[in-house]
Antibody, heavy 121, light 106 residues
Framework: QITLRESGPTLVKPTQTLTLTCTFSGFSLTTTGVGVGWIRQPPGKALEWLANIYWDDDQRYKPSLSSRLTITKDTSQNQVVLTMRDVDLVDTATYYC?????????????WGQGVLVTVSS | DIQVTQSPSSLSASVGDRVTISCRTSQSVDNYLNWYQQIPGKAPTVLIYAASTLQSGVPSRFSGSGSGTDFTLTISSLQPEDFGTYYCHQSYTDWSFGQGTKVEIK
């Protein structure tokens, strides 16, 4: 059974750096085809894909946010970390991490419960 | 970026109705198109992947079709537990989601 859990601060100030950790079980990020992604959802709004990291350490970012994001993995700890620099009020959202299926057509087949991050001074 | 546009943005239907939701992408994504349901306060769950493949455990009243730029999610007979917001998602390149379709039960 695949499980994922997001952790991190619930409140950050503008211009600070947000660091979120996804701790997972039930799969290995060393298995070919597997990946973990981050998706966010501002209150009352749509889902927004942010970044993926793959078993081979390939990293993909939403182009408009790529200068502010870094995604890394620690396979020994079964964790994926997302760093977002220079946060703004508009970055207030629930942040989810999710397991990327190993199929050729990628999709997220398991999600964490999400963590609400509020950006406020 | 590939733009993903869903229609309608919301709908209200009765139990037993046939419901269709459309998704259009700004360029071809082949069959790299997935559908999710999100219940308020919960994380999304995948219904359909690769445009038309039903995810394990998802009721057969859900179906998907399309390829290229035009896709459809169909619920053949709407059930009370089908309320929520539905999102399409392209995973062809620089992944992105549609803006969502909110489904209400009359």
């Amino acid at each position: 059974q695949i499980t994922l859990r997001e952790s991190g601060p619930t409140l950050v100030k503008p211009t600070q750096t947000l660091t979120l950790t996804c701790t997972f079980s039930g799969f290995s990020l060393t298995t070919t085809g597997v990946g973990v992604g981050w998706i966010r959802q501002p209150p009352g709004k749509a889902l927004e894909w942010l970044a993926n990291i793959y078993w081979d350490d390939d990293q993909r970012y939403k182009p408009s946010l790529s200068s502010r994001l870094t995604i890394t993995k620690d396979t020994s700890q079964n964790q994926v970390v997302l760093t977002m620099r220079d946060v703004d009020l508009v970055d207030t959202a629930t942040y989810y991490c999710a397991h990327r299926s190993p199929y050729d057509v990628g999709f997220f087949d398991s999600w964490g419960q999400g963590v609400l991050v509020t950006v406020s001074s | 970026d590939i733009q993903v546009t869903q229609s309608p943005s919301s709908l209200s239907a009765s139990v037993g109705d046939r419901v269709t939701i459309s998704c259009r992408t700004s360029q071809s994504v082949d069959n790299y198109l997935n559908w999710y349901q999100q219940i308020p306060g919960k994380a999304p769950t995948v219904l359909i992947y690769a445009a038309s493949t039903l995810q394990s455990g998802v009721p057969s009243r859900f179906s998907g079709s399309g390829s290229g730029t035009d896709f459809t999610l169909t619920i053949s007979s709407l059930q009370p537990e089908d309320f929520g917001t539905y999102y399409c998602h392209q995973s062809y390149t620089d992944w992105s989601f549609g803006q969502g379709t909110k489904v209400e039960i009359k």
